[in-house]
């Protein structure tokens, strides 16, 4: 079987040239102190960063990975909705391409734990260059060498951006995690997640919808089967997983408080508190015995007894919430919405698993002005002369708007290139389909009401 190279599009971000006096040269001493190693479809459980840098050398390490991710990301960009006819002829034309890798005799699985960086020469990279040649990342004819050289960082580049890893420039932890994985389980991975790719078609039933596929960290919004809007947004950790829910959101709240749920103030909250008392009053948190109960003053309080746990936190409105300036409400049985969020610095990661349940959203007033966008006077303009009042405001919906939080770590774009997401909550253990059960367990645990 020949094996020919899926060409992206060309990419229109400028950068310097990939020599080894350039990038590679920066990256040579990139790579990180110390390794761990996980489930091959799920790195993230084991991954282990690096040592102590300087920030000057963090800030260089960044620039370098933040040129490396330009060049290459916007060849990869998803340009039709999750769920979509076009969506299933891309998955199909992957599949048909990982069958006849498969029946050719996949590709060879790399499983050495070294750390691989630009100069080094190691027999590892020539496996590597290998899967990459066979899956499209490098040209067919690149052949075996062993030296980490511009080609092979280029390929690696498309490699770590085609499975929503973080382009670091060097053969890290989590890249050589899905190094682990073989072409069936690619194949499987792309057969479950068609099949549930086509159990959820029935959402483009509704003219207009938002969509959060979990494991890719991306929103949709979708409009009379055409992509609107997308946004990178952050997720709920694995030990606070965001459910898979449908919904309908039937309000906007300007400048909201947040009623702190249970878990997250005895895990979270009170240990801070504890450690720090400035803390309560610099965030604007008051404190009652119960929720109809009048606040407490918060010099009165005992912060170390063990009553405190009982008690119930509200912080206030305003750019410091936890929720942003504005919240997305969708109710439903977890009690999980949309938000903004004050920490703009995580939509820069690529993995971005931190909340305790609910989504935050990058774009998050570009899809408020596209929710309202059929109410009279609604644009992107209002929408930020709102949150620059500073003013408290609930706005309803005239027509309700569907939402869906799905679970899809293997999608694929027009031109039949797969790409794949870490299974972040272990819900492809078996290939199966999603795991209502974990979800109602998690919602169960930690009455998801958090940012």
């Not at 400028?14 to 479809?41: C, K, M, Q």
């Not at 999750?82 to 996949?106: D, L, T």
């Not at 190691?122 to 067919?140: C, H, N, V, Y």
Request: charged content about 20%.
């Amino acid at each position: 079987m020949t094996i020919r190279m899926i060409r992206p599009r060309r990419s229109t971000v400028p950068a310097r040239l990939l020599t080894v006096g350039g990038v590679v040269g920066a990256l040579a001493a990139l790579a990180p102190v110390g390794a761990s190693y996980a489930d091959p479809l799920n790195p993230f459980r084991t991954f282990t960063d690096s040592g102590v840098v300087s920030p000057e050398e963090r800030a260089r390490r960044e620039e370098v990975r933040t040129e490396l991710y330009q060049r290459y990301s916007s060849d990869y960009q998803v340009t039709a909705p999750f769920v979509s006819e076009a969506s299933i002829v891309a998955m199909q034309a992957a599949i048909q391409r990982y069958q006849g890798i498969v029946q050719s005799g996949g590709w060879p699985v790399l499983t050495d734990k070294v750390t691989l960086r630009p100069g080094d020469t190691d027999q590892a990279i020539a496996t590597i260059r290998r899967r990459m040649m066979i899956e499209g990342d490098l040209p067919s004819d690149s052949g075996a060498s062993p030296v980490f050289d511009d080609e092979f960082l280029a390929g690696l580049a498309r490699f770590q951006v085609r499975n929503g890893l973080r382009v670091s420039g060097f053969v890290d932890s989590r890249t050589l995690a899905v190094l682990g994985t073989t072409a069936a389980d690619r194949l499987r991975q792309l057969e479950s997640n068609l099949t549930r790719i086509q159990g959820l078609m029935s959402i483009n039933k509704a003219p207009r919808y938002v969509l959060v596929n979990v494991p890719a960290f991306v929103a949709q919004a979708v409009e009379n089967g055409n992509l609107a809007l997308q946004s990178n947004v952050i997720a709920g950790k694995p030990a606070r997983a965001t459910p898979q829910v449908s919904a309908k959101i039937v309000e906007i709240n300007f400048f909201p408080t947040w009623s702190v749920p249970e878990i997250v103030a005895q895990q979270d909250l009170i240990p801070k508190i504890r450690k720090d008392p400035s803390y309560f009053s610099e965030e604007h948190f008051t404190v009652m015995t119960d929720w109809k109960a009048p606040p407490l003053d918060p010099a009165t309080v005992d912060w170390s007894s063990p009553e405190v746990v009982s008690y119930k936190f509200r912080q206030e409105p305003g750019t410091f919430n936890a929720l942003g300036v504005v919240r997305i409400n969708m109710p439903n049985k977890y009690s999980v919405y949309m938000h903004d969020t004050p920490l703009k610095q995580l939509f820069s990661q690529s993995a971005r698993a931190f909340s305790s349940g609910c989504v935050r959203v990058e774009k998050v007033l570009e899809l408020v002005a596209w929710l309202l966008g059929d109410q009279k006077g609604w644009t992107l303009e209002k929408v930020q002369a709102e949150v620059d009042s500073g003013h408290k405001l609930d706005v309803k919906l005239s027509r309700p708007v569907p939402v869906h939080f799905v679970y899809l770590t293997a999608f694929a774009t027009g031109d039949g290139i797969a790409q794949f997401r870490p299974d972040i909550y272990g819900r492809d253990s078996g290939f199966g389909g999603p795991d209502d059960q974990a979800d109602a367990v998690v919602a169960q645990q930690s009455r998801a009401v958090t940012p």
